[in-house]
């Protein structure tokens, strides 16, 4: 039976069992609890500094309104970064390459914004759909342009974070089995193929990283948009 490259997106199944529930679960058990006393070790320092730095970094731009969702855009955060990262290591599944989950945290975060929007200033989150100054003829074309781009924003959302991950996992793939063909006949074709590898895979972390931030940012930005 021929295996492709794009089985290992599958999603795993164990006994009939999904293992896609215990994916998402397992980034939660990994982060230490914070506790009440005043000195607390090294890596709850750290990881207070981070969300701290991130929650002031993402709810700058927001009014006093949008800081409401300070705690689910710095958890989202978290959570994406954790499974983009732990997708990287060998044997794992990341769930963030499946576009169901990724727009399956987009959409309703989308619409929540959008539904806040037309809730507390409706003029205003309808006139988006307008800009000021359109020629009369052109205000009908314009509306639906405005509107399609608006109903496309989940969906960008969700195929750029599955699109990053899934071509970086298929480029990484593709190079190992290169070095792993070569090392036979090419040796010092091989080792450059590693050490390619390796800085491919410096690169994918930073990649994980940075699309759980641009993920959770441009939601921040709709939701600027909105409030």
Same mark, same amino acid.
């Given at each position: 039976?021929?295996?492709?490259?794009?089985?290992?997106?599958?999603?795993?199944?164990?006994?009939?069992?999904?293992?896609?529930?215990?994916?998402?679960?397992?980034?939660?058990?990994?982060?230490?609890?914070?506790?009440?006393?005043?000195?607390?070790?090294?890596?709850?320092?750290?990881?207070?500094?981070?969300?701290?730095?991130?929650?002031?970094?993402?709810?700058?731009?927001?009014?006093?309104?949008?800081?409401?969702?300070?705690?689910?855009?710095?958890?989202?955060?978290?959570? =994406?970064?954790?499974?983009? %990262?732990?997708?990287?290591?060998?044997?794992?599944?990341?769930?963030?390459?499946?576009?169901?989950?990724?727009?399956?945290?987009?959409?309703?975060?989308?619409?929540?914004?959008?539904?806040?929007?037309?809730?507390?200033?409706?003029?205003?989150?309808?006139?988006?759909?307008?800009?000021?100054?359109?020629?009369?003829?052109?205000?009908? %074309?314009?509306?639906?342009?405005?509107?399609?781009?608006?109903? %496309?924003?989940?969906?960008?959302?969700?195929?750029?974070?599955?699109?990053?991950?899934?071509?970086?996992?298929?480029?990484?793939?593709?190079?190992?089995?290169?070095?792993?063909?070569?090392?036979?006949?090419?040796?010092?074709?091989?080792? =450059?193929?590693?050490?390619?590898?390796?800085?491919?895979?410096?690169?994918?972390?930073?990649?994980?990283?940075?699309?759980?931030?641009?993920?959770?940012?441009?939601?921040?930005?709709?939701?600027?948009?909105?409030?």
């Amino acid at each position: 039976m021929s295996v492709s490259l794009f089985d290992q997106f599958a999603s795993p199944v164990f006994m009939g069992i999904p293992l896609l529930a215990l994916a998402l679960t397992l980034p939660w058990v990994l982060f230490p609890t914070p506790s009440a006393r005043w000195l607390s070790n090294r890596l709850l320092t750290l990881q207070g500094w981070f969300i701290n730095r991130f929650t002031q970094q993402i709810l700058m731009p927001l009014n006093l309104g949008g800081h409401k969702w300070a705690l689910i855009l710095t958890s989202l955060m978290v959570f =994406l970064i954790t499974l983009n %990262i732990l997708g990287l290591l060998p044997y794992t599944f990341t769930p963030t390459t499946q576009l169901s989950l990724n727009l399956g945290l987009a959409v309703p975060l989308w619409l929540a914004t959008v539904l806040i929007g037309l809730r507390n200033q409706p003029t205003a989150a309808l006139g988006h759909l307008l800009p000021e100054g359109t020629p009369v003829p052109l205000i009908p %074309i314009l509306i639906i342009i405005e509107t399609i781009s608006l109903f %496309i924003r989940p969906l960008a959302l969700g195929v750029r974070l599955t699109a990053n991950l899934t071509a970086g996992h298929l480029l990484m793939q593709l190079t190992s089995t290169a070095a792993f063909v070569m090392l036979s006949m090419m040796p010092a074709v091989a080792a =450059l193929t590693t050490i390619l590898l390796l800085m491919l895979t410096l690169l994918e972390v930073a990649v994980a990283m940075i699309q759980a931030y641009v993920f959770v940012l441009l939601l921040s930005l709709y939701l600027q948009d909105n409030t």
